[in-house]
């Protein structure tokens, strides 16, 4: 059935060549945690959580790894971002998606926790790897979720 299962999810995905690292305050956080957060703060609230998995007897177990989270980006380091200079890595931001090439993908509803290991089985190339859950406030009522698959 066309638009349906794996293959539509494949679809939505797209290579992104990150040029400049995005640098985190290391924070403990779920997805419900930053969506929570998020709706206190304001626009441009940024966060992340890196996840671990592997697949042991045939079942994907998916693990929390760490997480971070920042207010947002001034003019100037948005600036910085978009034209593909390296922004300073301030004072406490120990936690970072690093420069390089991600297979990305821009959920069109923001899932819970637990269904992760759907929406990310479609990416799943080998028994173990890792993957960024990303979370921005876009606007004053809407935040977007995105995977980042760290690419070779």
């Known amino acids: 059935m066309r638009g349906s299962g794996p293959s539509s999810v ?3 995905a797209v290579r992104l060549s990150l040029i400049t690292p995005l640098y985190y305050y290391p924070s403990e956080l779920t997805i419900e945690k930053a969506l929570k957060k998020a709706d206190k703060e304001g626009i441009g609230y940024d966060a992340v959580i890196k996840y671990s998995f592997t697949i042991q007897d045939e079942k994907l177990v998916i693990s929390r790894e760490t997480s971070g989270e920042r207010s ?4 100037e380091e948005k600036k910085a971002i978009e034209s593909g200079e390296t922004i300073d890595r301030k004072k406490g931001e120990d936690m970072e998606i690093a420069a390089g090439q991600y297979l990305f993908e821009q959920l069109p509803f923001i899932p819970e926790e637990k269904d992760l290991s759907r929406l990310i089985l479609p990416y799943i190339k080998k028994n173990k790897g890792s993957f960024f859950v990303r979370i921005y406030k876009e606007s004053f009522l809407e935040c ?3 995977l980042l698959f760290p690419s070779p």
């Open 144 to 146: 977007i979720m995105q």
């Open 10 to 12: 494949m679809q939505r």
């Open 72 to 75: 947002g980006y001034t003019e």
